[in-house]
């Protein structure tokens, strides 16, 4: 995992829209997984401006889930799959043919993640992820517990990531209780996995990500560490409590 400070949101996105254009220049038709969150937003942004400007071809990208709430189909406001329409899908030259997002309101969701999981194995992996990371240390939706999952599979969302989530829905009553997540597997094994992360609410846990020396299922962001493919895009509030020694490392 390695980690690199810039000064604010609108430096680290611009640095994110970079990486994720040349990643596209290099291979077309990559297998991307794109985040949701407050985050990624201005990073969305920029990418459309790259696509207005003929800057990036989307036209072969394939755009695969990293999570999806359970019971809410694509169309509902409030699903991931709606959010990433909005913000970017429908913005840009995407083929609908090649998005294929998990299917949080199929009738059997553990079937669900299996099926998607499988797709996933036999389409080669995925090149490149990006996500945020919660404030209570999940990635993905991969809260912390005494145990994790390797692959796509059905997560029971903790008291407070429906708390916080909360902002987005008319009560806290609304949100789902359950996710379904990409595991931690597949993020360690993507080619790529951008992380992003922006502001003072995120400090604590880069703060422990930096200090702490062991890895946790508890603490699921500490996994990163397993990989050289994490590539941490981090603003200075973010920083502003980590250890200065590690960053870069
Ligand atoms: C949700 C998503 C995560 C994302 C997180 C960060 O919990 N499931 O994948 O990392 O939001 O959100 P934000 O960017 O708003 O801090």
């Known amino acids: 995992m390695n980690i690199t400070v810039f000064d604010n949101h609108e430096a680290l996105s611009q640095a994110a829209a970079e990486l994720v254009i040349d990643e596209i220049k ?5 297998i991307v997984c794109f985040p949701t969150g407050s985050t990624p937003i201005r990073l969305y942004e920029i990418l ?8 990036v071809d989307f036209s072969k990208v394939r ?3 990293v999570d999806e709430y359970v019971g809410l189909s ?20 995407f083929d ?16 669900e993640c299996l099926r998607y ?10 090149d490149l992820i990006l996500d945020g990371i919660g404030e209570n240390v999940h990635i993905g939706f991969n809260e912390p517990a005494d145990q994790l999952y390797d692959h796509y599979h059905l997560e029971s969302l903790s008291p407070w990531t429906r708390q916080v989530n909360a902002r987005f829905f008319e009560s806290i009553v609304d949100v789902p209780d359950q996710a379904m997540s990409v595991g931690v597997l597949d993020l360690l094994e993507a080619k790529t996995f951008l992380v992003l992360s922006s502001g003072k609410k995120k400090a604590e846990v880069w ?6 020396n062991t890895l946790s299922t508890r603490f699921p962001a500490s996994l990163l560490k397993l990989s050289q493919n994490v590539h941490c895009l981090i603003d200075q509030e973010s920083a502003s409590l980590m250890a200065s020694d590690k960053v870069g490392k």
Request: hydrophobic share 30%; charged share 25%.
């Open 63 to 65: 755009v695969r889930s």
């Open 48 to 55: 459309i401006e790259a696509y207005q400007k003929g800057k």
């Open 96 to 111: 609908p043919k090649n998005i294929e997002l998990i299917n949080g309101a199929a009738q059997d969701p553990q079937a």
């Open 207 to 212: 703060r422990r990500l930096s200090t702490e």
């Open 74 to 93: 694509q169309d509902h406001p409030q699903s991931y799959a709606f959010f990433l329409s909005i913000h970017l899908l429908s913005c840009c030259n």
């Open 26 to 30: 290099k291979k077309p038709d990559l």
């Open 117 to 126: 999981a499988q797709k996933l194995k036999e389409e080669g992996g995925i």
